[in-house]
């Protein structure tokens, strides 16, 4: 079985506001609020599993998310990141 090349979430999150570490998309939260927003919601949630969706959530936001589905983590996650910004 080949591995896949493909970046994980918060790799690609990181890379695409560029951030030099994934630590730094957190210091993103609260500087470039709608960017990482708008970039949230160019992705297409059933390209990652509900589990990466889950952790880049709590790695994010520092809360659990007791949602299943790809799409509901990632619509809770703009949601939490909206607030973030008011």
Same mark, same amino acid.
């Given at each position: 079985?080949?591995?896949?090349?493909?970046? !994980?979430?918060? *790799?690609?999150? $990181? @890379?695409?506001?560029?951030?030099?570490?994934?630590?730094?998309?957190?210091?993103?939260?609260?500087?470039?609020?709608?960017?990482?927003?708008?970039?949230?919601?160019?992705? *297409?949630?059933?390209?990652?599993? $509900? *589990?990466?969706?889950?952790? @880049?959530?709590?790695?994010?936001? !520092?809360?659990?998310?007791?949602?299943?589905?790809?799409?509901?983590?990632?619509?809770?996650?703009?949601?939490?990141?909206?607030?973030?910004?008011?």
């Amino acid at each position: 079985m080949e591995k896949e090349n493909k970046l !994980g979430l918060l *790799e690609s999150l $990181a @890379a695409n506001m560029n951030c030099m570490y994934i630590s730094d998309l957190n210091k993103m939260i609260y500087t470039q609020t709608q960017k990482l927003i708008h970039l949230l919601e160019s992705y *297409e949630s059933n390209t990652y599993s $509900a *589990e990466v969706w889950r952790d @880049a959530f709590i790695y994010l936001t !520092g809360k659990d998310c007791p949602l299943s589905s790809p799409e509901e983590i990632r619509h809770l996650l703009i949601q939490r990141l909206e607030a973030c910004s008011l």
